[in-house]
Every structure is written in structure tokens, then in C-alpha cells.
T-cell receptor, first 113, second 109 residues
Framework: EAGVTQFPSHSVIEKGQTVTLRCDPISGHDNLYWYRRVMGKEIKFLLH????????ESGMPNNRFLAERTGGTYSTLKVQPAELEDSGVYFCASSQGHYNEQFFGPGTRLTVL | RKEVEQDPGPFNVPEGATVAFNCTYSNSASQSFFWYRQDCRKEPKLLMSVYSSGNEDGRFTAQLNRASQYISLLIRDSKLSDSATYLCSRGAGSYQLTFGKGTKLSVIP
């Protein structure tokens, strides 16, 4: 069974540009989560989808970040315009039920220059 | 106080040793706990889930002490392949996971 996949694995962009990250959860997992790890800090929650609905977006840093999950399958996270402090590793995770274990994707390493 | 705190280490132990990591949490409403291991530049991989007082899986034992608000991870008979960063996390009502910074373990031949 395929795990969580993310694309791209790396992205280097300049400040002010736009980047879109994609996550494909494990098939059948209704719950999809985005997390971010900034260098030297712990992994932090960004938001949670249940199917196509945003359940909790309390961790989104600001309105430059937009997440979507059309059709309740894959999800995208767009950063527009990117700032230097957005650099970090963006992880996606999925789970079957709310209390079930979350399985992480390999992450997208974003560098904003 | 951070929500989840871990000793960053590094813990350098010889092969075959027993090593224990502690993790404290501040939110008493936390309902579930998870230990993940993360290899350098890789994603966190689920190691153990802890819902009640503890869990054991082979060489790994996790214990939960709700009164003192800490969980521990014990690794017996350490292998070189156990070298990694171990992340403690808790889940609460909103289902998001809150992570500690991780504890780095190096098992030395």
C-alpha cells in the first residue's frame, strides 16, 4: 500500500514568489494534516481536513497560506507571496479516524531566498 | 512552559545498552500520545502509540504517567539502527499533534 506522498521534495524560490505544495494521503484516509518544521524548532501543526472540509486551521501563520482539498482526495498548500520566514520542511500526514495514528509523508523542503 | 518538552540529548550509548527518554507535557486534557522516530532529513515514522498506562513492542516500552504528566520511552538492547531522533507527541481534542523538539540518540559500536 502506498504511503503519503508529497510533491515537490524540494523547492527553492525567491521572496515574493508563489509556491504550491501537494500532498496525496493514504488511500481511504479521510483526515489530512499539514505540519511545518522551521529549522531549530519543533514540528508545528498548520491545519486539518476531514474529507474536503477544513476542520481546524488554527495553526496557519497568516493569510498568505491557503490550503485546499477539493474532492476530499489530495491537498494543496499555496504560499503567496512567500517570505524568508516561510522556509522550512512542510509535512503532510493522514489518518483514518481522528484518534488513529497519523502517517507522515516525506515532506517538502522549502527555501525562500 | 512548552506544551511538550524533551531532553534534546544527544544520548550516546554503546550497542546493547538500555536507554530511556522522558517527555513532559503541560496539557492535562491530552488523550493520546505517540512516539515517532525521525532519521536525518526523513519524515517522522510512528514508533509507538500510548493510550493507557503503557505499551510494549519488542525492545521498546512506552509508559504514561498522567498524574505527573510525562511519558517515557525505553529501548533495550540498543542496535546501531536505533540511531535517530525520537519525537514525543500528544494528541488532544482537536486531533492535531503537538510535538516536542526531539531527543537525538546515537548508538555507538
Amino acid at each position: 500500500e502506498a504511503g503519503v506522498t508529497q510533491f515537490p521534495s524540494h523547492s527553492v524560490i525567491e521572496k515574493g514568489q508563489t509556491v504550491t505544495l501537494r500532498c496525496d494521503p493514504i488511500s481511504g484516509h479521510d483526515n489530512l494534516y499539514w505540519y511545518r518544521r522551521v529549522m531549530g524548532k519543533e514540528i508545528k501543526f498548520l491545519l486539518h481536513f476531514v474529507k474536503e472540509s477544513k476542520q481546524d486551521e488554527s495553526g496557519m501563520p497568516n493569510n498568505r497560506f491557503l490550503a485546499e482539498r477539493t474532492g476530499g482526495t489530495y491537498s494543496t498548500l499555496k504560499v503567496q507571496p512567500a517570505e524568508l520566514e516561510d522556509s522550512g520542511v512542510y509535512f503532510c500526514a493522514s489518518s483514518q479516524g481522528h484518534y488513529n495514528e497519523q502517517f507522515f509523508g516525506p515532506g517538502t523542503r522549502l527555501t525562500v531566498l | 512552559r512548552k506544551e511538550v518538552e524533551q531532553d534534546p540529548g544527544p544520548f550516546n550509548v554503546p550497542e546493547g545498552a538500555t536507554v530511556a527518554f522522558n517527555c513532559t507535557y503541560s496539557n492535562s486534557a491530552s488523550q493520546s500520545f505517540f512516539w515517532y522516530r525521525q532519521d536525518c532529513r526523513k519524515e517522522p515514522k510512528l514508533l509507538m502509540s500510548v493510550y493507557s498506562s503503557g505499551n510494549e513492542d519488542g525492545r521498546f516500552t512506552a509508559q504514561l504517567n498522567r498524574a505527573s504528566q510525562y511519558i517515557s520511552l525505553l529501548i533495550r538492547d540498543s542496535k546501531l539502527s536505533d540511531s535517530a531522533t525520537y519525537l514525543c507527541s500528544r494528541g488532544a481534542g482537536s486531533y492535531q499533534l503537538t510535538f516536542g523538539k526531539g531527543t537525538k540518540l546515537s548508538v555507538i559500536p
